[in-house]
């Protein structure tokens, strides 16, 4: 069987970690006390937007990916930062791994520094020591995805992110993932559009999915939203949380783009 985008990614992702672990051992590590990663910071601001605007925008930084290659050449953290928040976003979304997407720890960093909006690491979480690592980092909020983790490991991790005082983001792609991500009792689901294993996007996905999902659970609609007529389908499926990447990294100004996309 031919190894999907997913396969290699958690592959090389796990070497990763396995040096990581060797060269700074957790014991090495400082982290800033719980209270200063704004425990529920995360979801908190999502539905405070809703409450507001009537919708949540997870502004999100992606500077390229395995299937489009690079998609923003210039890309200064800090900067889109501000671009967001002035924008309204309720939250920003950092991709951190490096080999696939180009991202990197140190943009958390710069992005925190730039701006007080809540911040979830978007990477591939596959051992505790990135949830320690992103604690470290001071986010607010981490990303499990359900179709890249064993079940014990799914609620192993879980668990230990509350603990550390970060909101959490499950993601799923299909029923059979929503009734595992179910069993943890979240607070947080995005549906991701993008088959992981083809990278194909499709927003019915979404539409169809939300509907196995309580209405006291927040859901998040993620990737391959494009237009206001997205947005539009989407909210009146009853999805009011939205995490938008590329469509941001592709526009000459990513705020403005942000704005007409939600706000105009």
């Known amino acids: 069987m031919k190894n999907t985008y997913l396969d290699e990614i958690l592959k090389v992702t796990r070497a990763s970690v396995t040096k990581k672990k060797k060269n700074h051992p957790l014991s090495s590590i400082s982290y800033p006390s719980i209270d200063s990663a704004s425990s529920g910071g995360f979801i908190t601001a999502l539905k405070r937007s809703i409450k507001l605007n009537k919708f949540a925008v997870i502004a999100e930084m992606k500077r390229a990916s ?3 290659g690079l998609i923003r050449e210039t890309y200064d953290p800090a900067e889109l930062a501000s671009k967001y928040q002035n924008a309204q976003a309720a939250c920003i979304s950092v991709l951190t791994n490096e080999s696939f997407f180009k991202g990197s720890l140190e943009h958390l960093s710069l992005v925190r520094e730039a701006v007080d909006l809540p911040i979830l690491r978007k990477d591939f979480i596959v051992d505790e020591y990135q949830i320690f690592e992103s604690l470290h980092r001071g986010v607010h909020c981490i990303l499990l995805i359900v179709a890249a983790l064993s079940k014990n490991e799914l609620k192993d991790f879980y668990h230990l992110a509350l603990e550390l005082g970060m909101d ?3 993601e799923v792609h299909n029923k059979e993932e929503i009734e595992k991500a179910l069993e943890l ?5 995005g549906i991701n559009n993008r088959n992981l294993e083809t990278f194909e996007v499709d927003l019915r996905v979404s539409i169809d999915l939300s509907k196995q999902i309580p209405a006291d659970i927040l859901t998040v609609s993620e990737s391959g939203i494009k237009s206001p007529k997205d947005v539009k389908n989407l909210k ?8 938008v990447g590329e469509a941001f990294m592709r526009a000459k100004d990513p705020g403005q783009e942000l704005q007409e996309l939600f706000f105009s």
């Open 168 to 170: 959490v983001l499950v």
């Open 236 to 243: 009146s499926s009853g999805i009011n949380a939205f995490l």
């Open 185 to 189: 009792s979240p607070k947080l689901i």
């Open 66 to 68: 395995p299937s489009q």
